[in-house]
C-alpha cells in the first residue's frame, strides 16, 4: 500500500501543477450567432482577425468584451418570426380584400386593437401570449400605448411584483407617491414606480447632477450587474445629491431601491420596439382576423403544438379552418371569399413546393379541375408524383373532386393495381397520346379512345381511421376530431383540460376530470418485481402521460389500448413517499362511448313559459318518441318576468341520451339542457 500510494503522489503533484498553468485559459473558441463588430476603419487596424471554421467569415480574435473595451460596436442582430408573420398578413389582406397596409402609419389609438388587449385575446400576439399575461392584461385594461410598453418591461422574474400596483395606481385604488417631487416628472407615465433603466438614468441627472456618460456608467452596470462599479457610482450620487440639498435616508432608500431594481433593469428602449411589434401583430388581429391566423398558422405548421393552439383560437374567433381542396388551396394557408382560412397545399406532409406550385399554375391558367381524370390528365405527373398523389388523397384535398372516396383510390382491382396507379398510368397515357405524331395526323385522339379506369367498389374508411390518417399527412386532426361525437360527455363531466393539467398546482387537493384519446402505451416491471405502466391522453388541446402502479396498474391496464377513447377521472394530491411533488391518482376509468349508459341517469330540459304550446309540445313528444331509452326526462319551467321556476319530470315518459336528440335541443332557441 505504501508503494502505491508513493507512485501515485507524483503524478497528483503533476496534476495539481498544470492545472495551475491551465486555470483562466480559455478551454474554446465560439463565433457569436449573430454578433456583428462594426468599426471607422479596417477591423484589422484594431484587433487581430481570422476566418471562422467551416466558412469565409472574419471574425475577431477578441472576446466581445474586450471588443467593446476598446471601442469597437458589438450590435446583435436577431431573426424575428413574428415580422415575417406581419408581412405574410399583410399580403394576404391586399389578396383578399384589396387593402394596402402600413404598419408603419397605423394609428396607435386603435379602440378594437386596446379591447382586444383589454380582454386578453392575445394568442398569436408578439410577448403578450402566456396565461399570466392575459390576466395581467384583463386586470390592466390598457388604453395607451404606453401601458403595453410598462407591461413588456415589467412581465419578468423580479418586476412582475410591481404589476398589481401598477393596475392599481392606474386605476386610481391606490394613492401615486413619489419620494421627492423632482421625481414626479420622469415616473409619472409609469405611476411613480420605477420601470425602465432610462427612467434611473435621468433620474441621476436630475438629482445627482450625473453627466451623461455617468448616468450610461450607471446603466450598464444595472444591465452586466456589476457591483464594483454599481458601488463606486454609489459614493458619486450620495455626493451629488447631498450638494443639491436633498436628504441623505430618502437618497440611500432611492439609491437601495435602485440596487434591488438592477437586477431585473429593463431599457424601455427596447420594451418599446417589442411593444410597437405587439400592437402591430395586436392590430392585424383585431381588424383582419381570419388574414392574420391564417399567416400564423402559415409560419408554425411544422410546430404541432403551437398549430393546434393557433387552430384552437381560430375556432374561437369564429373562423372556420378549411381542409385542403385542390381546387382553392395555395401554397400556405390563405383566406378564401367567405372570410374562411383555407389550409395550405405546402402544408401537407410529402407534397413538395415543386408539385403545388404545378397545381396552382395549371388550375390558374386553364380553370379549376372538374374531376381526378381531369387533374391527373392536366398536371405533371413527374412532379406530382404517386407519393404526393397519395398524400393529397388522405389530407382530404381532392374530397372536392365528385364521385370517388377516399379509400377508393387505393382499392385494388382484377390486376392487383390500385385505382390510383391505373389513374397515373391513365393520365400519362393521355399526355403522351397529346404529344405523339399520331395527333397531328388524325385529331385529337388520334383515332384511338382511351378508357378512363374506375375505381373497384368497397366501404369507405371509419371515421377514425380517416382522421388518422390525415392525422399523418397533416400533423393534426382537421376536416374533425375523433373526440367531437362526445362533446356531451366532455362538457357534462369534465373539469380540466390536458393542457390545464401541465400545471398541476392550481389543481392541488382537488378532483379532477378529463377525457382524450389514448396515443400511446407503455408496461414494464419495477426493479423490485412490481407491474407498472402508463398511457398518453390526448384532448383538443394537448396530451397528458398518466403512470400507474402495483395495483393500480392491474386494475386499469385493460385501458391500456391506443385509439381507446377514455373519461379519467382522480384527484391531484401529493405522492406517497414526497407529500411536495404532485402526481395525478386514477380513481375512475370510462369507455367514452359508455358513458351515456353508465353515467347519465337523466336529462333536465330549461325553457321558458312563453315557449310551451300544442306544437311544441307535439314535437317533443315525437322526437322523444323517436329516441326511446331509459333516461328520466326533467324540465325546469322558467318564468322571468314573475321570476319563478317550476321543476317538473315525467314518470312515464324515457328518452334516450342520442345525438338526434341532443341535437333537436341545440337547434331550438331558448332551450337548455343538462345531463345528470
Same mark, same amino acid.
Given at each position: ?6 507512485s501515485?503522489?507524483?503524478l497528483v ?6 492545472a ?6 480559455i ?6 450567432a449573430?454578433?456583428?463588430?462594426i468599426?471607422?476603419?479596417?477591423l ?11 466558412t469565409d467569415?472574419y471574425?475577431t ?5 474586450h471588443?467593446e ?6 450590435m446583435d442582430?436577431l431573426g424575428?418570426k413574428?415580422l415575417s408573420i406581419?408581412?405574410?398578413?399583410v399580403?394576404?389582406i391586399?389578396?383578399?380584400?384589396a ?10 389609438d ?5 379591447e382586444?388587449?383589454?380582454?386578453g385575446?392575445?394568442t398569436?400576439v408578439?410577448q403578450?401570449?402566456?396565461v399570466?399575461?392575459k390576466r395581467y392584461l384583463r386586470?390592466l385594461?390598457p388604453?395607451?400605448?404606453?401601458d ?5 418591461a415589467?412581465?419578468?422574474?423580479g418586476?412582475m411584483?410591481?404589476?398589481?400596483q401598477?393596475i392599481?395606481?392606474k386605476?386610481?385604488?391606490?394613492k401615486?407617491k413619489?419620494?421627492?417631487p423632482?421625481?414626479e416628472r ?12 432610462e427612467?434611473?438614468?435621468l ?11 455617468q448616468a450610461?456608467?450607471l446603466r450598464k452596470a444595472?444591465g452586466k450587474?456589476?457591483?464594483?462599479i454599481?458601488?463606486r457610482?454609489?459614493?458619486e ?5 447631498q ?13 437601495s431601491?435602485?440596487?434591488?431594481f438592477?437586477?431585473y ?8 420596439c ?5 400592437y402591430?401583430?395586436?392590430?392585424l ?6 388574414e392574420?391566423?391564417?399567416a400564423?398558422?402559415s ?7 403551437k ?5 384552437e ?5 369564429g373562423?372556420d379552418?378549411?381542409g385542403?381542396d385542390?381546387?382553392?388551396s395555395?401554397?400556405?394557408?390563405t383566406?378564401?371569399?367567405?372570410g374562411?382560412i383555407r ?11 415543386n408539385?403545388?406550385?404545378n397545381i396552382?399554375e395549371?388550375?390558374e391558367?386553364n380553370?379549376?379541375y ?11 405527373l413527374?412532379?406530382?408524383n404517386?407519393?404526393?398523389?397519395e398524400?393529397?388523397?388522405v389530407?382530404?384535398a381532392?374530397?372536392g373532386?365528385p364521385?370517388i ?6 382499392s385494388?382491382?382484377s390486376?392487383?393495381s390500385?385505382?390510383?396507379e391505373s389513374l397515373?398510368r ?5 399526355k403522351?397520346l397529346?404529344n405523339?405524331?399520331q395527333q397531328s395526323?388524325?385529331g385529337?385522339?388520334g383515332?384511338?379512345?382511351?378508357v378512363r379506369?374506375?375505381?373497384a ?5 371509419s ?7 390525415e392525422k399523418q399527412?397533416?400533423? $393534426?386532426? *382537421?376536416s !374533425?376530431?375523433?373526440?367531437? =361525437?362526445?362533446r356531451l360527455?366532455i362538457n357534462?363531466?369534465c373539469n380540466a383540460? @390536458? ?6 398546482h ?5 378532483d379532477?376530470?378529463?377525457?382524450g ?6 408496461s ?9 405502466g ?7 388541446t394537448d396530451s397528458f402521460?398518466f403512470?400507474?402502479f402495483?395495483k393500480d ?9 391506443t385509439d381507446?377513447?377514455l373519461l ?7 405522492r406517497?413517499?414526497n407529500?411536495d411533488e404532485l402526481?395525478f391518482r386514477?380513481?375512475e $376509468?370510462? *369507455?367514452? !362511448?359508455a358513458?351515456?349508459d =353508465?353515467?347519465?341517469s337523466s336529462?333536465t330540459?330549461k325553457?321558458k313559459?312563453? @315557449?310551451?304550446n ?5 314535437n317533443?313528444?315525437?322526437?322523444i318518441?323517436e329516441?326511446p331509452?331509459?333516461k328520466?326526462v326533467?324540465?325546469?319551467l322558467i318564468d322571468?318576468e314573475?321570476?319563478?321556476t317550476?321543476?317538473?319530470f315525467?314518470r312515464s315518459i324515457k328518452?334516450?341520451?342520442t345525438?338526434?336528440f ?9 332551450l337548455d339542457?343538462?345531463?345528470?
Amino acid at each position: 500500500m505504501l508503494k502505491e500510494r508513493e507512485s501515485k503522489e507524483p503524478l497528483v503533484a503533476q496534476t495539481l501543477k498544470y492545472a495551475e498553468v491551465l486555470e483562466g485559459s480559455i478551454r474554446q473558441t465560439g463565433v457569436h450567432a449573430c454578433g456583428i463588430i462594426i468599426s471607422k476603419e479596417n477591423l484589422c487596424e484594431y484587433v487581430p482577425i481570422c476566418t471562422a471554421k467551416d466558412t469565409d467569415l472574419y471574425v475577431t480574435q477578441y472576446e466581445g468584451n474586450h471588443v467593446e473595451a476598446i471601442g469597437l460596436l458589438k450590435m446583435d442582430f436577431l431573426g424575428l418570426k413574428t415580422l415575417s408573420i406581419l408581412k405574410d398578413a399583410v399580403e394576404n389582406i391586399k389578396k383578399s380584400k384589396a387593402i394596402t397596409i402600413d404598419l408603419e402609419t397605423l394609428p396607435l389609438d386603435d379602440g378594437h386593437t386596446y379591447e382586444l388587449f383589454s380582454n386578453g385575446e392575445t394568442t398569436g400576439v408578439f410577448q403578450f401570449e402566456s396565461v399570466g399575461m392575459k390576466r395581467y392584461l384583463r386586470d390592466l385594461k390598457p388604453n395607451q400605448f404606453g401601458d403595453l410598453i410598462a407591461m413588456n418591461a415589467l412581465y419578468r422574474p423580479g418586476p412582475m411584483d410591481y404589476i398589481p400596483q401598477y393596475i392599481k395606481r392606474k386605476h386610481g385604488r391606490e394613492k401615486i407617491k413619489y419620494e421627492l417631487p423632482a421625481m414626479e416628472r420622469l415616473l409619472q407615465e409609469t405611476y411613480g414606480i420605477t420601470v425602465y433603466q432610462e427612467q434611473v438614468m435621468l433620474l441621476s441627472q436630475e438629482l445627482a447632477g450625473f453627466s451623461k456618460g455617468q448616468a450610461d456608467s450607471l446603466r450598464k452596470a444595472m444591465g452586466k450587474k456589476k457591483r464594483d462599479i454599481m458601488d463606486r457610482l454609489k459614493v458619486e450620487f450620495v455626493a451629488g445629491c447631498q450638494k443639491n440639498g436633498y436628504d441623505i435616508s430618502i437618497i440611500n432608500k432611492i439609491w437601495s431601491d435602485w440596487e434591488s431594481f438592477a437586477e431585473y433593469a429593463f431599457n424601455k428602449s427596447h420594451s418599446t420596439c417589442y411593444a410597437l411589434i405587439a400592437y402591430q401583430t395586436g392590430y392585424l388581429k383585431a381588424n383582419y382576423p381570419a388574414e392574420f391566423m391564417a399567416a400564423v398558422l402559415s409560419r408554425n405548421i411544422n410546430d404541432i403544438k403551437k398549430i393546434t393552439v393557433m387552430m384552437e383560437e381560430t375556432r374561437r374567433m369564429g373562423i372556420d379552418v378549411l381542409g385542403p381542396d385542390v381546387n382553392e388551396s395555395l401554397l400556405q394557408f390563405t383566406v378564401n371569399r367567405a372570410g374562411n382560412i383555407r389550409f395550405g397545399l405546402g402544408a401537407i406532409k410529402g407534397v413538395g413546393e415543386n408539385a403545388v406550385l404545378n397545381i396552382i399554375e395549371e388550375r390558374e391558367n386553364n380553370g379549376p379541375y372538374k374531376d381526378i381524370y381531369d387533374l391527373a390528365e392536366r398536371v405533371n405527373l413527374n412532379t406530382v408524383n404517386k407519393r404526393m398523389l397519395e398524400a393529397l388523397v388522405v389530407s382530404g384535398a381532392v374530397d372536392g373532386l365528385p364521385g370517388i372516396s377516399r379509400a377508393q383510390y387505393f382499392s385494388a382491382d382484377s390486376k392487383g393495381s390500385s385505382f390510383l396507379e391505373s389513374l397515373i398510368r391513365y393520365g400519362s397515357s393521355v399526355k403522351n397520346l397529346r404529344n405523339s405524331s399520331q395527333q397531328s395526323l388524325f385529331g385529337e385522339a388520334g383515332g384511338f379512345e382511351l378508357v378512363r379506369p374506375e375505381p373497384a367498389p368497397c366501404a369507405d374508411w371509419s371515421k377514425l381511421e380517416k382522421l388518422n390518417k390525415e392525422k399523418q399527412v397533416i400533423g $393534426i386532426y *382537421l376536416s !374533425s376530431h375523433p373526440l367531437d =361525437d362526445y362533446r356531451l360527455e366532455i362538457n357534462a363531466f369534465c373539469n380540466a383540460t @390536458l393542457a390545464d393539467l401541465q400545471n398541476l398546482h392550481e389543481f392541488a387537493n382537488r378532483d379532477v376530470c378529463v377525457a382524450g384519446i389514448v396515443t400511446e402505451t407503455r408496461s414494464g416491471v419495477t426493479k423490485n418485481g412490481k407491474p407498472f405502466g402508463g398511457f398518453t391522453l390526448q384532448d383538443y388541446t394537448d396530451s397528458f402521460t398518466f403512470l400507474l402502479f402495483d395495483k393500480d396498474y392491474v386494475t386499469f391496464s385493460n385501458f391500456f389500448v391506443t385509439d381507446y377513447h377514455l373519461l379519467v377521472r382522480g384527484k391531484v394530491q401529493g405522492r406517497h413517499y414526497n407529500p411536495d411533488e404532485l402526481e395525478f391518482r386514477i380513481r375512475e $376509468i370510462h *369507455l367514452l !362511448s359508455a358513458v351515456r349508459d =353508465d353515467l347519465i341517469s337523466s336529462i333536465t330540459i330549461k325553457l321558458k313559459t312563453e @315557449l310551451v304550446n300544442p306544437g311544441f309540445v307535439d314535437n317533443l313528444k315525437t322526437i322523444i318518441s323517436e329516441n326511446p331509452g331509459n333516461k328520466t326526462v326533467k324540465f325546469l319551467l322558467i318564468d322571468h318576468e314573475d321570476k319563478i321556476t317550476l321543476p317538473l319530470f315525467s314518470r312515464s315518459i324515457k328518452a334516450g341520451i342520442t345525438n338526434e336528440f341532443i341535437g333537436w335541443l341545440e337547434d331550438n332557441p331558448g332551450l337548455d339542457f343538462k345531463v345528470n
